[in-house]
């Protein structure tokens, strides 16, 4: 699976941005999706999460501001990010899990796709 994430861009404390992620390729199906991000300096840490069934999770730092949501028609992921601050500036990055095409209808192994990464900055 191919991640093409956009969106991201410079904004001031308490702006918004969406950001974009449009999957494509061969895979049999989809099991979740999700949004990290890494700060200078920091780990890479979970932002937003979803299973295809629409279940969702959310680091507690983000919880209220961030929603996640997907376009199945359209093949993409969405991150919406309301009331941004400075500490939330860093390179996003989508992930897909998907499983492989197994044999005849069958689902193969399973995987993860990472996207390239789109830079937030948000000023004070």
């Known amino acids: 699976v191919q991640l093409q994430a956009s969106g991201g861009g410079s904004v001031q404390a308490g702006g918004s941005l969406r950001l974009s992620c449009a999957y494509s390729?061969?895979?049999?199906?989809?099991?979740?999706m999700g949004w990290y991000r890494q700060a200078p300096g920091k780990e890479r840490e979970m932002v937003a999460r979803?299973?295809?069934?629409?279940?969702?999770n959310y680091a507690a730092s983000v919880r209220d501001r961030f929603t996640i949501a997907r376009d199945t028609a359209k093949k993409t992921v969405y991150l919406h990010m309301n009331s941004l601050q400075p500490e939330d500036t860093a390179t996003y990055y989508c992930?897909?899990?998907?499983?492989?095409?197994?044999?005849?209808?069958?689902?193969?192994?399973?995987?993860?796709?990472w996207g390239q990464g789109t830079q937030v900055t948000v000023s004070s």
């Open positions: 979803m299973t295809i069934r629409g279940d969702t």
């Open positions: 992930t897909v899990d998907a499983f492989e095409n197994g044999k005849g209808w069958s689902p193969g192994r399973s995987f993860s796709s």
């Open positions: 390729g061969s895979y049999h199906s989809i099991s979740s």
